[in-house]
């Protein structure tokens, strides 16, 4: 099964509401990852948080950790008809930099105008 | 700054056939990795190559094989098509290895139909 399951597995929300995803993984990590992905296209990065932090911003997005529940969150404020898309997680095994990636299953979310 | 291309973008295949799918990496990124991308699977990892050696591999059957040139440009075959081989296939790039301590960068994707 994946490392990093998503929930919900789609959302839809109001313009200008904001949207919370939830990554659950089973192993302890180095780093977790988040990813936009629209549709037909590549993925993009949006943040890495690594497994000693606790919490990241970029702009309207916020990251949180937390490796005793081995779970994270990604946080998009005041959402955007731009922001739809599918978002998600990367973890890896945590034994070393050669570890492989993983995908989560991913959250689609929609924006309604 | 190019980003990360792939070629061709969209392909068909017939089973049974081979098809080779080209990723050039953003410049000065040496690290290549490869992913397939299913509505079932979800994005499962192929392979990673720096440096022109694999580095790493998924789970994936000797069907599945790549290398990398000189330059970093990489080429993933697949031989011998099989309808569950029908994907997105992605390619991203980093400066140096390691897919999950930096931030991956991701082409288009070749869309691989198989009939």
């Known amino acids: 099964s994946q490392q990093g399951e998503e929930d919900p597995q789609a959302l839809s929300i109001q313009e200008g509401e904001n949207a919370t995803m939830n990554c659950s993984y089973k192993?302890?990590?180095?780093?977790l990852q988040w990813y936009r992905q629209n549709s037909g296209r590549g993925l993009v990065h949006l943040i890495l948080?690594?497994?000693?932090?606790r919490e990241k911003h970029s702009g309207r997005l916020r990251v949180t950790l937390d490796t005793s529940k081995k779970s994270s969150s990604l946080l998009i404020t005041a959402s955007r008809a731009a922001d739809t898309a599918s978002y998600f997680c990367a973890t890896d095994g945590g034994y070393s930099s050669a570890s492989k990636i993983i995908f989560g299953s991913g959250t689609r979310l929609s924006i309604r105008p | 700054k190019a980003g990360v291309t792939q070629t061709p973008r969209y392909l068909i295949k017939t089973r049974g056939q081979q098809v080779t799918l080209s990723c050039s990496p953003i410049?000065?990124?040496?690290?290549v990795s490869w992913y397939q991308q299913t509505p079932g699977q979800g994005l499962q990892f192929l392979f990673e190559?720096?440096?022109?050696?694999?580095?790493n591999k998924g789970n994936f059957p000797g069907r599945f094989s790549g290398r990398q040139f000189s330059n970093s440009r990489s080429e993933m075959n697949v031989s011998t098509l099989e309808l569950g081989d029908s994907a997105l296939y992605l390619c991203a790039s980093s400066p140096s290895p390691g897919q999950i301590n930096q931030p991956q960068h991701f082409g288009d994707g070749t869309r691989l139909s198989i009939l």
């Open positions: 190559y720096f440096s022109e050696t694999q580095r």
């Open positions: 410049s000065g990124h040496r690290s």
């Open positions: 192993t302890s990590i180095n780093n």
């Open positions: 948080i690594r497994s000693n932090e």
